[in-house]
């Protein structure tokens, strides 16, 4: 039961342009968001979060959006580097604390 | 080092066998978590530990998977008569234990299990 979705697998990007990560979620009960970037043969790495009070966090070249009528997230990265080619995990918690939900992941590629 | 590490990083073992998997968590960390990721896949929630709490065990797949903790730190996961499908990276991750604390991960260990 995959309760945290991420549908594109991959996204390729050019440098300097916005990269737009989706992710959706099915427990109404999660209240805490989390994006986790991951290299190869690294664990991953947390990158920014927000909570459902809030409908959007902000640093520096990352915001993350929450729509929650939607139970949706976005993460936009403006402007893309060649250092953001990376997997990025969108993870939830709420209805059993610390057991966070990971989405299967979306490989992003930034290209010169 | 002051990150989360994990041993061994890579181990190949044959269908049957017994594993063991160590993670030494952040010094300070109250929480500890498992992971494993299978190809392709996300990270699957395998057992967490919170203090002298008992630990959350929802998450492991079979009787074959066990996990110990002594006190706050280092972390032993064991698989006995491993199957092929036990072929994953398992991933070790510990934070303060607050509820938005991040998890902080190690690198992993790649187990094949041929």
């Known amino acids: 039961d995959q309760q945290v979705k991420q549908n594109s697998p991959s996204l390729s990007v050019q440098e300097g342009r916005i990269s737009i990560l989706n992710c959706d979620y099915t427990?109404?009960?999660?209240?805490?968001f989390l994006w986790y970037k991951k290299y190869p043969a690294e664990g991953p790495t947390f990158l920014i979060s927000i909570s459902s009070i809030k409908d959007k966090n902000e640093d520096g070249r990352f915001t993350v959006f929450l729509n929650k009528s939607a139970k949706h997230l976005s993460l936009h990265i403006v402007p893309s580097q060649p250092g953001d080619s990376a997997v990025y995990f969108c993870?939830?918690?709420?209805?059993?604390?610390?057991?966070?939900?990971f989405g299967a992941g979306t490989q992003v590629v930034v290209t010169p | 080092g002051a990150g989360v590490s994990q041993s061994p990083s890579n181990k190949v073992t044959e269908k049957g066998k017994d594993v063991e998997l160590r993670c030494d968590p952040i010094s300070g960390h109250t929480a500890l978590y498992w992971y494993r990721q299978r190809l392709g896949q996300g990270l699957e929630f395998l057992i967490y530990?919170?203090?002298?709490?008992?630990?959350?065990k929802s998450g492991l797949p079979s009787d074959r998977f066990s996990a110990e903790r002594t006190g706050e730190s280092v972390s032993t996961l064991t698989i006995q008569r491993t199957q092929q499908e036990d072929s994953a990276v398992y991933l070790c991750?510990?934070?303060?234990?607050?509820?938005?604390?991040?998890?902080?991960f190690g690198n992993g260990t790649r187990l094949t299990v041929t």
């Open positions: 427990n109404s009960m999660f209240d805490y």
């Open positions: 991750a510990s934070n303060r234990g607050s509820y938005n604390s991040p998890l902080h």
């Open positions: 993870a939830a918690i709420g209805d059993s604390w610390g057991k966070l939900q």
């Open positions: 530990f919170q203090g002298n709490s008992a630990p959350d």
